[in-house]
């Protein structure tokens, strides 16, 4: 894929602040082969953008994050950071990266140590990288830990004796601590209840917008996606199908994967329910996967083209992407097709 095609969102001459270029993440499955995780993805991350990866549960996206801060090796590509490629870093640049790179995880009590109070693990930070001690070091937690707004009283509990909400936002305190520059959140709200998901999605924007944040945030609830993102991509066993910004994707979706995604979400609307696009067809394997489209054995759209040819990522305009070389027809073919089931039922 050329560089035009990724480079989706610029404006003027502001750079991309990560550059992934062909990462692949395979695991090796004995006796069966390599189960390919992530395969090919290409995209740019800008400065202070929220980008939303979605899709369904298993296709990659977690990985995606564990290899872009390096959690994981990749098995191929390239993931450039403030001139560095994290891919092939050394031990002396990696530890640079992660002053400026962090993870909010999805489970906020697994990811916490349960042998050290929350005060000790906002300490971690600063002195692993040795930037504060004694009473700085005191300081820089309570200021910390006040600006995600936890109470002075928390700081001496264990993570066991704090409710999910609470947890998450230790979890969250920890990752903004070297005050950072890009930090993934790996569904970080998926494990809490509806009113705390609020609470811990506000407090993502408004420290964005205090600290000049940039997020990939990950999730499968595409609502808190539409809500914290300025762009969504669409991921489908291992690869990129959708990018685009967030209100063209859920108002124009132009692949059929996202289509059947977006038609899936549950409407107010009774009388709508119908109209929902059912995928048929078994979903491919990520091991050892046959050349063509994997999205082809479900779509309604696919033709023999698609089972034999792989389709990159196609600039439709608008910083608008999509892998699928019928997306004009998309939108027709996918009304004709709930017009039908709602005549049907």
Known sequence: MDEMKVNTVQS?????????????KYFDIPGKGKLHAVDGLMLD???KETIGLVGESGCGKSTVGNVLLRLTDATDGSVEFDGVDIVKANRKELKEIRKKTQMIFQDPYSSLNPRKTVRAILEEPYKIHKLAKGQELKDKVDKLANSVGLEPYVLDKYPHELDGGKRQMVGIARALA???????CDEPVSALDVSVQATIINLLIDMQKEMGLTYLFISHDLSVVRHISNRVAVMYLGQL????PTDEIFENPLHPYTVALLSAVPKIDFEDQSRRIILTGDVPSPLNPKEGCRFAPRCWMACDECHNRNPELTDTGDGHFVACPYWRDTMKKAAELMESSSDES
């Open 12 to 24: 003027g001459t502001v750079e991309p602040l990560i550059r992934i270029r062909g990462l692949k």
């Open 241 to 244: 199908v959708e990018v685009a």
């Open 178 to 184: 070297l005050n950072p520059e890009f930090i993934v």
């Open 45 to 47: 991350i800008m400065p």
